[in-house]
């Protein structure tokens, strides 16, 4: 090792998944398959390239205030960021500072581990049982703050409002963060429960159900004071996180809610029947309700459906590692597109 590396700052970064150049189906990074909402392209057409010489507007007023109507809230109960995971990350940096392990699944969004370790935060990984369910016990024990996704990834699997909120009632004296990246195909968000706790704080994002991943926008909504505490930290870091295209585009997106139900549903229509076509196949799987499914076959390795299915120009995820080298997360597309995913396995399968 040089003398300079050594005070050199190393960390083990998240892997995302592939972005290939070539056009294949792709349903590995759980981006939604139809277009974003008509305004959007509208909104980015029309925009005036001039205006780019000049800033962003710092406090992202527009669109935070689109989201405050959006949601029934103040605008002063929500923060926006570069994708939620600018989003997590800033909120680890400003939440998680008590010096006690922060809590959250062994098997989950593994970029919590990523963020914990860069910002030297210490936590702890309670096991999800055998069927992939976070065990609400688990977070009752002293601790320095809890995130989770909800639904969790890669499972699927949504917990009720009861199962959140009894976990946020063991947790008064900690910050609770619900990841919602998923919720809009799922069932009622922890929003609902703002009003009755100060420390909860819920984080969402427009990658999976308002289809634009590429655009990179998610936020956060609680209490004022949360939202407070997560702005001065963003200001001591970048004040201009948002870009005049993504403000104007994600402004958009929010206004046309009819297009967003109309997708979101869509989506979860074409899931319901995958599950019907994975189990004819053989394969076994949580009961997501996420627009992915986290399968397993009995007879086959994961791995080699997935490299096959590579050959095919279907792209999924495959994991590896102790308790998901079986499994495969398959994003939700288009029918016309599960219906090639499902041509493919029937051919790998009985080859
Ligand atoms: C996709 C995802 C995110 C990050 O999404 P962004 O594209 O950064 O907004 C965060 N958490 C979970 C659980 C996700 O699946």
Request: aromatic share 14%; proline share 5%.
């Amino acid at each position: 090792m040089k003398k300079w590396e050594e005070n050199i700052r190393k960390v083990e970064p998240y892997v995302p998944g592939e972005q290939p150049q070539k056009k294949v189906i792709k349903l590995n990074t759980n981006e939604n398959p139809y277009p974003p909402a008509p305004g959007v392209a509208k909104a980015l057409n029309s925009m005036d390239t001039d205006e780019l010489r000049k800033y962003p507007d710092p406090t992202s007023e527009s669109l935070v205030c689109e989201m405050a109507k959006f949601y029934g809230v103040k605008k002063e109960q929500v923060f926006v960021g570069v994708g939620s995971d600018d989003v997590l990350a800033m909120s680890f940096l400003t939440f998680f500072n008590s010096g006690k392990p922060i809590l959250f699944p062994d098997l989950t969004y593994s970029f919590y581990k990523v963020w914990a370790e860069l910002f030297g935060i210490p936590y702890e990984c309670p096991k999800l049982d055998k069927d992939f369910r976070i065990q609400r016990q688990d977070y009752y024990k002293e601790n320095g703050g809890i995130i989770f996704p909800n639904p969790n990834a890669p499972t699927g699997i949504y917990e009720n409002l009861d199962f959140v909120e009894d976990i946020l009632k063991h947790n008064e004296d900690v910050i609770v963060i619900v990841d919602e990246a998923y919720i809009d195909f799922a069932g009622p968000s922890a929003v609902l429960l703002l009003e009755k706790y100060d420390n909860l704080l819920v984080v969402q994002t427009f990658s999976k159900a308002r289809s634009m991943a590429g655009m990179r926008i998610g936020y956060a909504i609680g209490n004022e004071r949360l939202i407070r505490y997560l702005n001065d930290v963003k200001y001591s870091f970048n004040s201009y996180t948002m870009s005049r295209a993504a403000l104007l585009a994600g402004v958009e997106s929010v206004r046309d809610r009819s297009y967003f139900e109309k997708t979101t549903e869509e989506i979860i229509k074409t899931r319901e029947w995958a599950k019907g076509e994975f189990l004819r196949l053989g394969f076994s799987f949580p009961d997501s309700k996420a627009n992915f499914l986290f399968v397993t076959h009995p007879d086959h390795e994961a791995k080699e459906i997935f490299e096959k299915l590579k050959e095919c120009d279907v792209y999924v995820r495959y994991f590896g590692g102790e308790r998901t080298g079986r499994y495969l997360r398959v994003s939700i597309g288009t029918k016309e597109e599960m219906e090639k995913l499902f041509d493919a396995l029937g051919r790998i399968l009985t080859r």
